[in-house]
């Protein structure tokens, strides 16, 4: 089983760093090269070399430490009360991604996750949640209306990331997804054979997660205590649309200090 889901993240991987200037995705089985420099932030998406960062020179491993590394005392984070499993702290990245921390922190306090399940469980992948009409198609942001990607150089979908789930460029509202994906070698060497830059994969081999999701969904926060729950949601049971056969719930989410 574990053999099989690997192949189907080579194949994910099929839209790789090349989507960091916007280019289409490619519906090949093959993953591609991808560029050598991206815009620093989405809001500085211009084609100014000013604004562009060569990834082959970012040292990805100090910046993945900073990003799984608890928060400094004070700080808000999250706790997400899942019925029958258990709690998952996080923290966030409110200076770096602050409209999506503050859609979800908002969120929370109103009580708009109170309820909600799990609705797309891939074990190996991630969970995805935030969507009261349990069908992926549902939510709207705190604001009403999709707010815009807030992606950044230092912050990758490693395991234990917390992310915006989307249908495309700026579409964020209500959904989220924690990413699950362990280190996995034939992912490893796919990456390889697509001449992925040497510090990335030397972050890829430590943190794992989902390098093909890189700069395509805004990451706002880290998984800092249980990610033996988030293991636990992804192997449980699924229909043939991924959704578990026995509902996740979110009980509540509360908003705290570390």
């Not at 942001?141 to 249908?167: H, K, T």
Request: proline share 3%; net charge negative.
């Amino acid at each position: 089983m574990k053999k099989i889901k690997s192949v189907v993240l080579i194949i994910m991987l099929a839209v790789t760093l090349t989507v960091l200037s916007g280019c289409a995705e490619n519906t090949s089985n093959q993953v591609n090269k991808p560029n050598n420099t991206i815009n620093k932030s989405a809001n500085n998406a211009s084609n100014n070399t000013s604004n562009q960062i060569d990834i082959s020179k970012i040292n990805f491993v100090g910046q993945a430490e900073k990003q799984v590394a608890n928060p400094n005392k004070g700080e808000t984070i999250a706790i997400m009360h899942i019925k029958d499993y258990g709690d998952i702290k996080i923290k966030f990245f409110k200076d770096i991604a602050p409209k999506a921390v503050e859609n979800f922190v908002k969120l929370s306090q109103n009580g708009y996750y109170n309820g909600v399940t799990f609705h797309r469980v891939i074990n190996d992948f991630m969970i995805q949640g935030g969507d009261p009409t349990a069908t992926g198609r549902g939510g709207e942001s705190v604001w009403g209306s999709p707010f815009q990607d807030e992606f950044d150089i230092s912050l990758v979908p490693y395991r234990g990331a917390l992310c915006m789930a989307n249908s495309g460029s700026n579409t964020n509202g209500s959904q989220f997804f924690i990413e699950q994906a362990k280190y996995d070698e034939a992912t490893y060497k796919a990456l390889v054979n697509s001449e992925y830059p040497e510090n990335l994969l030397e972050a890829y081999k430590k943190y794992g997660g989902s390098m093909h999701l890189f700069y395509r969904h805004t990451v706002f926060g880290q998984v800092i205590e249980g990610m033996d729950i988030v293991d636990k949601i992804a192997e449980c049971k699924t229909d043939e649309n991924d959704k578990p056969v026995n509902n996740v719930v979110i009980e509540s989410i509360d908003i705290t200090e570390y």
